[in-house]
């Protein structure tokens, strides 16, 4: 089945593909379709973008849409940046490192053992016929006070996470598979696809 994935990033591909694989999804970046949406995340939740997202590119493209909406969720910032974190600062001047290295600088006062945090993830998958399939995943760990890794993308130089005494930048593809918020979520996606008839047991 051919899916659209409703993102620009192909580091998002790469890594959303790997586990999909085996749903026997043909994963495609919209702009692999000449799709070229900058869709308005007006929700409130991961769960309400994300969704927002994948109806937008099922309805550009005509064919089944797969979104993700993920961010880092910082306890001793109220959850911030949470869906926030792809615009953290709302300074277009900013790349990956430079909203790594704001927040980096607005958690510098938290203290050590009080510096939880989480990923999270949620997946959305839609069709042209309407069928709505949604699953989340989570991950807890810390922050760390500088970057460590040159793995993944995003927050994940200062995500530590415990059970592996290492940050997921610091992690290989398979151990970050194992353990991700994106992996976590896939996999739930994946057994509610299964229920839903559109992959194989």
């Known amino acids: 089945m051919k899916v659209v994935l409703a993102s620009k990033n192909p580091h998002k591909l790469v890594e959303i593909s790997q586990i999909t694989e085996r749903f026997g999804f043909d994963l495609v970046l919209q702009s692999e379709l000449g799709v070229d949406l900058d869709v308005e995340e007006t929700g409130t939740t991961f769960e309400e973008n994300s969704l927002i997202k994948a109806r937008a ?8 849409a797969l979104a993700d909406d993920s961010g880092i969720a910082v306890d001793a910032l109220n959850g911030e940046p949470g ?8 300074d277009d001047t900013l790349d990956d490192r430079g909203r790594l290295e704001l927040l980096l600088k607005n958690t510098r006062h938290v203290p050590d053992g009080q510096r939880q945090a989480q990923f999270v993830c949620v997946i959305s998958f839609i069709t042209p016929q309407g069928q709505v399939i949604q699953a989340r995943g989570e991950i ?12 993944g993308f995003g927050y994940d130089p200062i995500f530590y996470y415990p059970p592996m005494g290492k940050t997921t930048a610091e992690m290989t593809p398979q151990e970050k598979h194992q353990v991700s918020h994106r992996g976590v979520a896939l996999r739930v996606f994946y057994e509610k696809l299964k229920e839903a008839g559109y992959a194989d047991e």
């Open 57 to 64: 590119v099922m309805e550009a493209t005509g064919l089944p």
């Open 83 to 90: 869906i926030y974190s792809a615009r953290y600062g709302f």
């Open 140 to 151: 807890h760990g810390e922050l760390t006070r500088s970057p460590r890794g040159e793995n």
